[in-house]
């Protein structure tokens, strides 16, 4: 069974700063998401990562994908009350085509 | 841009009443999931479908039925509501067993009273 952990789950940080997301798996998979998901909303994909070393930026934002140590990272720069959100990972079992999702980690940002 | 819509954005509900959640999306996706997300309880998965007239129970099925008659169109059914089913349903799409990623509808709360 493919397990999904995300830390921290809370995260509060100051605007400005900077910080990581982090997402490990337990199984086998090259197919990483990561989804934003504002409050009282639907998720919203954000990133896709499809291989080993995979890197993907927009804005504040950079995902990272290990698929031989099974991690995922979420990299905040700069971070700015609008990032203020629940972000998502999710794990596809290879072949499956159905992913596993992470607990999410609720990101506050403070002026 | 994918769209997948679901019917409602919020809906009240009886305890014992019939509910049906309709989900539809407009890429020829193979793949659709109906989720149910509870606070500190996650994403859960309810049931979900990789073809017209197929369904895979999820996580937690008891209490729902599904229908896919149609490829772009995925309801979920709740044959007798009840209070613990008060929750936000999520319906997602993805487009085949490669997957790249779900698309998620806008979500419906669902109250039963």
């Known amino acids: 069974e493919l397990k999904v952990e995300q830390n921290p789950l809370f995260l509060s940080m100051q605007e400005g700063k900077n910080y990581t997301i982090y997402c490990n798996y337990s199984?086998?998979?090259?197919?990483l998401y990561w989804y934003r998901q504002d409050p009282g909303k639907s998720l919203e994909s954000l990133f896709v990562?499809?291989?080993?070393?995979a890197v993907k930026q927009e804005g504040r934002l950079m995902a990272s994908l290990d698929t031989k140590a099974r991690l995922s990272t979420l990299h905040i720069t700069a971070a700015v009350h609008d990032l203020s959100a629940t972000y998502f990972c999710?794990?596809?079992?290879?072949?499956?085509?159905?992913?596993?999702f992470g607990d999410g980690t609720t990101l506050t940002v403070k002026p | 841009d994918v769209k997948v819509t679901q019917s409602s954005r919020y809906l009240v509900k009886r305890t014992g009443e019939k509910v049906f959640l309709e989900c539809v999306q407009d890429?020829?996706?193979?793949?659709m999931f109906w989720y149910r997300q509870d606070p500190g309880l996650g994403l859960r998965l309810i049931y979900f479908?990789?073809?017209?007239?197929?369904?895979e129970k999820g996580d937690i099925p008891e209490g729902y039925s599904v229908s896919r008659e149609k490829k772009e169109r995925f309801s979920l059914i709740l044959e007798s509501a009840s209070t613990n089913q008060t929750s936000m349903y999520l319906c997602?799409?993805?487009?085949?067993?490669?997957?790249?990623?779900?698309?998620f509808g806008s979500g419906t709360r669902l109250t039963v009273v």
């Open positions: 890429m020829d996706h193979e793949n």
């Open positions: 999710a794990v596809d079992i290879l072949g499956a085509g159905k992913s596993t």
């Open positions: 990562l499809l291989s080993n070393g």
């Open positions: 997602a799409s993805s487009a085949d067993r490669r997957s790249y990623g779900y698309t």
């Open positions: 199984t086998t998979s090259d197919r």
């Open positions: 479908s990789y073809d017209v007239k197929m369904k």
